[in-house]
T-cell receptor
Framework: TQLLEQSPQFLSIQEGENLTVYCNSS?????LQWYRQEPGEGPVLLVT?????EVKKLKRLTFQFGDARKDSSLHITAAQPGDTGLYLCAGGGSARQLTFGSGTQLTVLP | DTAVSQTPKYLVTQMGNDKSIKCEQN?????MYWYKQDSKKFLKIMFS???????INETVPNRFSPKSPDKAHLNLHINSLELGDSAVYFC?????????????FGPGTRLTVL
């Protein structure tokens, strides 16, 4: 069974601070996605990374896929209250399904 | 113009009852999924269908029976509900079965079994 552990599980920071969320596994994934979920809604895709070492930027968000494709990180610069939400990483493999991580609940205080 | 819709949004019922959750997508996708999100926010795949054909059936009790009457719909029927079935159930869709593809999620159905 492929497992994805995210850390930290909870993160509460002040507006303007930077933060990094980690997604780690002992398994290799062919792709890694990050989703954000807001209360009462379903997850929404932020990014997909597929190449080891790949870095993608989405405004203030920077996503990195580990060289060995076993881990990923999400860095947010100058966090804003609108970034508040549950961040989920999801690994894709040969089973044609996504394995979701344990989630990081981010709260950005104004 | 909702992409993936689910009904009902909330479902409160007694143990032992049978209930259904409906899902529809208007994105023209050929693959649909059911996920269960527990109280710790862990999201786990239950089923996936491609062109109305069952593709993934994770270790889900056979009290759960998905039905796909056409590519745009995937309903979930649950028999003999148990306390442990309480969770938020999400329907999702994608174009193709590849795990590279973006999955679009519905708003979820919060099921509470008393």
């Amino acid at each position: 069974t492929q497992l994805l552990e995210q850390s930290p599980q909870f993160l509460s920071i002040q507006e303007g601070e930077n933060l990094t969320v980690y997604c780690n596994s002992s398994s290799v994934f062919s792709s890694l996605q990050w989703y954000r979920q807001e209360p009462g809604e379903g997850p929404v895709l932020l990014v997909t990374v597929v190449t080891g070492g790949e870095v993608k930027k989405l405004k203030r968000l920077t996503f990195q896929f580990g060289d060995a494709r076993k881990d990923s990180s999400l860095h947010i610069t100058a966090a804003q209250p609108g970034d508040t939400g549950l961040y989920l990483c999801a690994g894709g493999g040969s089973a044609r399904q996504l394995t979701f991580g344990s989630g990081t609940q981010l709260t950005v205080l104004p | 113009d909702t992409a993936v819709s689910q009904t009902p949004k909330y479902l409160v019922t007694q143990m032992g009852n049978d209930k259904s959750i409906k899902c529809e997508q208007n994105l023209g996708h050929d693959t649909m999924y059911w996920y269960k999100q527990d109280s710790k926010k862990f999201l786990k795949i239950m089923f996936s269908y491609n062109n109305k054909e069952l593709i993934i059936n994770e270790t889900v009790p056979n009290r759960f029976s998905p039905k796909s009457p056409d590519k745009a719909h995937l309903n979930l029927h649950i028999n003999s509900l148990e306390l442990g079935d309480s969770a938020v159930y999400f329907c999702a869709s994608s174009q193709g079965m590849s795990s590279y593809n973006e999955q679009f999620f519905g708003p979820g159905t919060r099921l509470t079994v008393l």
